[in-house]
């Protein structure tokens, strides 16, 4: 089979592969959708470290194509949806339900980081009967495989946000996870949601998604205008959607005390994230700071996909760009570079 | 009446002023025993910028001296503790359930702030219904003077960090605070507690409190060793009771995915609080880092009270000195410059 | 002033008392605008025990007409609108976080039981500064009324009822509290929601606030039909909103395990409410059942106004009749007698 | 191998079954220690309906006899305690975090009731990576016993009780569960325990397990003396340890408003528990009515494990009688009719 590999750092490329077989609890699954991810870029620059001809992706959707021995309940030929993260549901951190730190930090995170990807004609998903989620029949391919990773993330941010029904939250970035926040936060009963983004086209799709106001950092500093629009309180959750120590910063700033600061951002640089002392109350203004990674699981994603099947929520107006999965080289590339308003370039199998 | 007063910047002293008034809603308390806290001594020295002829103190226990006309369920001759912290309960922040962000960030830190302390003969307590908890006759003012702050701020500590039952907690610095964090861990079900601290008498207290171990961090990482305990993962709460960059650092780091950071330290330096990294999960391993100032309250109040009623806990032990008010001067002095293996000294009226 | 009173068990009408006035902590407020809404009806044939000119109702807003001399932050001459439920917010029980239980069991609900009510020219506020909500400029007192119950009780079942991000709920009975608590399911979170209802106006504005299906008990088993739309699971949560056992025991059949029992339904005969056993689990199934009164105060009432104040929501659908406030008395019969088709009732003063 | 079974309802014995194998993620533990519980009674009467030949029994450790090819991190010869409940993690309801209700309600609930139990030479364990609890070396095997059922539930009782530090509890029946549910909630920070409870034997371990008061029933009613040693208001929680609906009826009049019943007590009697209305604040005054089974998996085991590893606490002191795996019938006939005081009888092989 094709796979779209990460020959070693700085360098991409399709690589044959054999098909994967799977264990007793696996399943192998053919792709039929999916969906380039920044982080694919960040590991191919080496922020994880060296890797060699690894297939990337981690946001697809497609057919049950083999199922091992002890796996229930699940069918071959069955459409379903995987999570980025596949945790294994029996270690330590799973049992104290912390999925996506399985056996260590970060370590649900298997995808194109400690086992080939998703980027490929098929991949391997271990523990099968927890992580795969059937989809619904009424629900695309092309709408389902937001949830592997946007909606679950995105989401997650404003689970962790502790927003009061009818509170103020803030959306540092309206980058595709900057976008699900503010539709989490709406989900979830905010009362006025502003995203902070200078980019015409995402500004656009934030107040799509249901953000009250959109403030333009490039216009003046955007907590002083969360500040004004608040009655001078701040905000009651401010989302960090970027992974900037910046952005941070204005998340601990324009929250109230009391407030959650809720990171979802991957920070990728320096030793050193820093909290502004002062407006985080010398350490004690009963401010909260959360952090998470996406959560996995096939209960988690049927959740998520019963909003694509009411028809809720449609996430495809994020889907900017089309690509066959052999243009795929072209396709990361664009993404890469974030050319031509690229927000979300879809791969067909 | 006298009162023990910061007269300016620096300078500390002991002058006559008018016994307070009430307002409709408040009370006056005759003093009958008090601490002496350090952060009196950061006020003193500037950390909350100017003050003039200030009244110190917020440890303070007495009987009930007068009434507002608008006070029910309290008497005159009543002996009663006052939290540190006086909130009103009725503006935004405290119905929002921040009582301690009363009216705005750490704005329930009224005594020795923005208003006179309870460092006096006779003191002001607004809100009284509130704020003044009826002591049992069977718990001395000594021993109820504790749940003014040291009982209070100790035990929030542990409260914000989660532990689960049976679970591993670290306290970085076994003052008093630190070490009411480590006895409220215990309470709270801790199934082992690490005290990180070098001065012996108190990792002595430490033990008598319920560490299960005293790291000497002079003597090695204490993150290595804390993580060699716990089979490499690290604790799943870690309680910074200091107020250092250096120690929140090592909370951080010492701390397991999806651990909790319950910093209580007054963080009194410096623009910026660093987080490591790496250690946090490049902000996504499900850490949360809570902060939080002294709850008050009748009602907390009162079931710390229940703690020394039936003699589970006995924090006099803490009291390594004891003086007159008529002493006060050297008191504080003394409690300054942490002379003679200090802890909390005990001024008696 | 014309008050309109319950003058004894089963006798209502219109008399003349004197403008009240404000303690120092109070405020009087001139009616513009209120709602009848059931339970007046209940306390009028005795439910709470005999009353003896007592003026009636709880749903009203209107503008600031006297403060006390204590109040501070608020003036003469504002629109404010007053929850039902007026916690003093210092006692005890308010201090632990349940104001509707201030002092006693449902000792937050003062008006028309334990003083004059809010169906009169001028009605008085207890605790000022915590239980007046300013109306913003855009939010008209008709629909600014909806806040004072409907809308603050509607929501608390469905805050209660701990629905996941995407999860399923089932409201039975939509009278205005249910179509409130419809509304509030899909304000936090829910992903499909059913109505049980026969009533056709009702089942429309069932689905108007949301209902993803609206369940006719009238034609069949409704927990059967509740139990096939969720695979055979039942429920994340259960909604009752009529109190009456019959309903309370298709909650617990509903959910399935693990889920919630959200009750806000006023339970007002026979001794006993019944558990059916085996769908309870024997007491072992995970199952919670909750209760609730109406959460008042100035902070979640301002929370709730923003939902107006931004368009998101529209209560006014449910002002199915408007009376002037010289009707009161054919109004409140119309309601009483819940004829030609009644919802909610408006008064205009 | 020999095992302990019920031949059909009402008949007991041992005899001869084959050793079991695992499947690719199961154990067999060969036993060494196990304790008989009351449940066991109520299913030989039939309770669950009927059985043939079903080995007894759910709380039992041993040694790792065999493995299957899919289990890591295990090894032969292990000594491990297995939880009475053995979920799989991996269905909805687990991964929904409800394992204990492993795919339906009580699923999680395997042993002596879907397959054989652990009262037998060896036994299967379904998913041993989360199944098995290594046991430390420091833990003798009937000490760690306890763990399997009676102090995992008696402290999920006080778990799920929401107690306050320092608030109050009052248990009702202090058998071994009982006893653990007083004994966890002193360990979350109960400022207040009361027992109800009239058996001297149990009220003398009541005590010891740090019951602050203990109320012989049979002397007047207990609500009435709980509610005068709380100052009329009644306590933060109540938990029913017993199952009967008289003691769960006055659980709920027990509490104050605001309050919990924690429901541990397995109801085996009658279509309905009743609810009394109006202590019940007529469905209104914020009680909250929570219901659990015994939680499993190693990570729970091996926090409650550390409990015994630090001797902070002292299970065995509930081993009334010991007696050898031949003796298991006499044992079974003793504990089922309650004879010479016996609260745990342990069963060494």
């Not at 070693?8 to 969906?35: C, F, Q, S, Y």
């Not at 905000?235 to 959650?260: H, K, Q, W, Y």
Request: charged fraction near 20%; charge should be neutral.
């Amino acid at each position: 089979m094709r796979a779209f590999v990460m020959k070693r750092i700085g360098e991409v490329g399709v690589m044959e592969k054999p098909v994967p077989t799977p264990g007793p609890n696996d399943a192998i699954v053919r792709t039929t959708a999916a969906l380039i991810c920044t982080s694919d870029s960040h590991t191919v620059r080496g922020a994880i470290g060296p890797r060699e001809n690894l297939t990337l992706g981690h946001e697809s959707v497609g057919v049950i194509a083999a199922l091992g021995d002890a796996v229930t309940g699940l069918r071959i030929g069955q459409r379903v949806a995987v999570n980025a993260i596949t945790p294994c549901y029996v270690c330590e951190n799973c049992l104290r339900g912390f999925t996506s730190q399985c056996t260590e930090s970060l370590g649900g995170w298997k995808f194109a980081n400690v086992k080939d990807g998703a980027m490929a004609e098929y991949f391997h998903v271990n523990q099968a009967v927890a992580n795969l989620a059937p989809i619904p029949d009424s629900v695309p391919d092309e709408a389902a495989v937001y949830t592997c990773d946007m909606m679950s993330t995105g989401f997650m941010a404003a689970e962790h946000a502790q927003i009061p029904l009818g509170g103020t939250v803030a959306v540092f970035a309206a980058g595709p996870v900057g976008l699900m926040a503010i539709q989490g936060a709406k989900l979830l009963g905010a009362g006025w949601v502003a995203a902070v983004e200078s980019v015409p086209r995402r500004q656009e799709l934030a107040r799509r998604f249901g953000a009250d106001e959109v403030i333009d950092f490039t216009r003046g500093d955007p907590v002083a205008t969360i500040r004004e629009r608040t009655g001078g309180a701040g905000v009651d959750a401010a989302i960090e959607a970027l992974g900037s120590e910046a952005t941070f910063m204005n998340c601990v700033r324009a929250t109230r005390p009391g407030g959650t600061i809720s990171n979802v951002g991957y920070h990728g640089e320096g030793d050193y994230v820093r909290i502004p002392r002062l407006d985080w109350g010398v350490g004690m203004n009963d401010k909260t700071i959360r952090t998470g990674l996406c959560p996995g699981g096939r209960e988690r994603m049927s959740r998520l996909l019963r909003f694509l099947a009411s028809g809720r929520l449609d996430p495809t107006v994020m889907t900017t760009h089309r690509f066959a999965f052999s243009e795929i080289e072209a396709a990361f590339r664009m993404m890469d570079r974030k050319e031509d308003g690229i927000i979300k370039p879809l791969i067909r199998f």
